[in-house]
């Protein structure tokens, strides 16, 4: 697992029997199938928290990915504010499309010190934490 991805209250650890996570395990809030699928009911639900590993300041790809899972049907809308130097944005991304892939969240400017968070108050449907990359754009 990434150092420093801090995970609020009740999300659950959760080793794919297909083993198509990044890492030993992805997360997922409880309710629905307990895959993270057919998520509701924020009450209670922390966020996630990623810190992102900028060395140098510039325009990178954040790409995002989610284990294959066939039951992944359900629209979704996961909540992502990206935090650095100060400025913050908020997106959404659709969790149930091309699971197993890896999803472009778009071209964004980042520092050193730069965090990724999944609001969780403001998600629905499938929402799990497993990974993020970036990639530097010249």
């Given at each position: 697992?990434?150092?420093?991805?801090?995970?609020?209250?009740?999300?659950r650890s959760l080793h794919n029997a297909n083993g198509d996570q990044i890492g030993q395990s992805s997360h997922y809030p409880p309710g629905g199938h307990g895959w993270g699928v057919d998520f509701s009911?924020?009450?209670?639900?922390?966020?996630?928290?990623?810190?992102?590993?900028?060395?140098?300041?510039?325009?990178?790809?954040?790409?995002?990915?989610?284990?294959?899972?066939?039951?992944?049907?359900?629209?979704?809308?996961?909540?992502?504010?990206?935090?650095?130097?100060?400025?913050?944005?908020?997106?959404?991304?659709?969790?149930?499309?091309?699971?197993?892939?890896?999803?472009?969240?778009?071209?964004?400017?980042?520092?050193?010190?730069?965090?990724?968070?999944?609001?969780?108050?403001?998600?629905?449907?499938?929402?799990?934490?497993?990974?993020?990359?970036?990639?530097?754009?010249?």
């Open positions: 697992e990434t150092p420093g991805v801090t995970f609020g209250a009740k999300w009911d924020s009450t209670g639900v922390g966020d996630v928290t990623y810190p992102l590993p900028v060395k140098k300041a510039g325009k990178y790809k954040l790409l995002w990915r989610v284990p294959y899972m066939h039951s992944a049907k359900t629209e979704s809308s996961t909540a992502l504010e990206i935090s650095s130097s100060g400025d913050v944005k908020r997106i959404t991304v659709n969790q149930s499309i091309g699971t197993g892939t890896w999803q472009e969240a778009g071209v964004f400017d980042f520092a050193p010190g730069s965090t990724l968070k999944i609001i969780a108050s403001k998600s629905y449907g499938v929402v799990i934490a497993d990974g993020f990359a970036l990639v530097p754009q010249s």
